[in-house]
């Protein structure tokens, strides 16, 4: 047994090394998943800025110039057309010069001096279902600011229901709240996959992994001399991109950090048994990286990350089970940002867990299978 454990952390310590003596290796997994952490942040941010309108005021009176004066004022919207005609809306619309239209029709002033009920009319672009429903919120807060004012400078009631909204865990609404704890899975993914995939294929390729089978290594000693090494790595990715979003971000941390270290130890576990069973299956170094991509792009999709879950089809949903990157995207939020509690990370643990102990076996048996 002791003899066992020298063979496999003599193998340990080569791949460690292997990975740290190469300029390269290292620079690859300390500087592009910093960079890439500081540009998603920014770059795939789920918020709608610089937003092209069009209004078409067709009414003379000082209310409706007001009201247009505040959508002019709104930060979110960068470009505003005034139309001159109903006739002009739609090829508004159709060239997709902007993604709505606020008509005011000529009534407007003269029904609210009358404290009659006035309206305004928003014309959507529907090819652009997410951004226009964010748009149309937007300009629903505007008018409605408008009409309590109106109310309040006239003394007049309004309605009874008022829209006050307060967004718990991220109050200011700032996406990188959103953006680091869900970079913090991904780009560990990313790593973990690429240099667990890479392990195999590269003793294949360079000729070394015939030399690891004539030597009095085991085949089960190799398979855990290459995941222990994946493991350890991806954990170091997640200590670093962990430390630069809460120092450089500023991202609070509210949980448990033992819990998150717990989850990342199951997520990467499982990750590098899918980054094994790609190595075993590929012959070369390009062969793996493409497999490494052919994996990545559904396993994002798939994780709530860029869509909601909720929103994909049923069957679609019932696939997401199946990824990993599901459940720490949930815990790495919880924790990050709401102080999760124990028994709700644990039932996201333990589907992890479960993935981790198929996904690494299958792996060890696609592995010896390729030794005979």
Not at 163 to 171: E, K, Q, R, S, T
Request: glycine share 6%; hydrophobic share 50%; charged share 15%.
């Amino acid at each position: 047994m002791i003899e066992k454990w020298h063979r496999i952390r003599a193998l340990l310590i080569k791949e460690l090394l292997a990975v740290w003596r190469d300029k390269k290796s290292r620079i690859v997994l300390i500087i592009p998943p910093i960079v890439q952490l500081c540009i998603f942040t920014f770059a795939a941010t789920l918020d709608v800025q610089n937003v092209s309108i069009g209004i078409l005021n067709r009414d003379n009176g000082g209310e409706s110039f007001e009201l247009v004066q505040r959508f002019m004022g709104a930060p979110t919207f960068k470009t505003i057309t005034h139309l001159q005609s109903i006739e002009e809306i739609a090829p508004y619309i159709n060239n997709q010069n902007g993604v709505m239209v606020v008509s005011i029709d000529e009534q407007f002033s003269r029904l609210l001096n009358r404290r009659e009920p006035a309206s305004v009319q928003i014309i959507l672009d529907g090819r652009k279902s997410n951004s226009t429903q964010i748009v149309a919120g937007y300009a629903t807060t505007i008018i409605q600011q408008f009409n309590d004012d109106f109310s309040a400078q006239h003394k007049i009631p309004t309605q009874a229901t008022h829209v006050n909204p307060y967004y718990w865990y991220n109050p200011n609404l700032y996406y990188y709240w959103y953006n680091v704890p869900s970079l913090t899975g991904v780009i560990t993914m990313l790593v973990g996959l690429i240099v667990t995939a890479l392990s195999v294929a590269r003793e294949r390729e360079v000729g070394t992994f015939d030399q690891l089978l004539v030597s009095p290594i085991t085949p089960t000693e190799i398979l855990i001399g290459k995941t222990i090494p994946g493991i350890i790595i991806g954990m170091m990715e997640g200590t670093i991109i962990l430390a630069v979003g809460v120092l450089l971000f500023q991202v609070p941390f509210t949980g448990s950090l033992l819990l998150l270290y717990l989850s990342m130890f199951l997520f990467v576990s499982s990750i590098v048994g899918f980054g094994l069973l790609i190595s075993s299956l590929s012959s070369t170094q390009q062969q793996a990286i493409l497999g490494t991509f052919v994996f990545m792009s559904p396993a994002l999709l798939l994780s709530g990350f860029a869509t909601p879950i909720e929103n994909m089809p049923h069957w679609l949903q019932l696939v997401t089970y199946l990824n990993p990157l599901r459940y720490f995207l949930i815990i790495s939020k919880g924790i990050f940002l709401k102080e999760m509690p124990f028994h709700i990370v644990v039932t996201n643990l333990w589907q992890m867990a479960l993935i981790a102990l198929i996904a690494l076996p299958i792996a060890g048996w696609f592995f010896r299978r390729r030794l005979d």
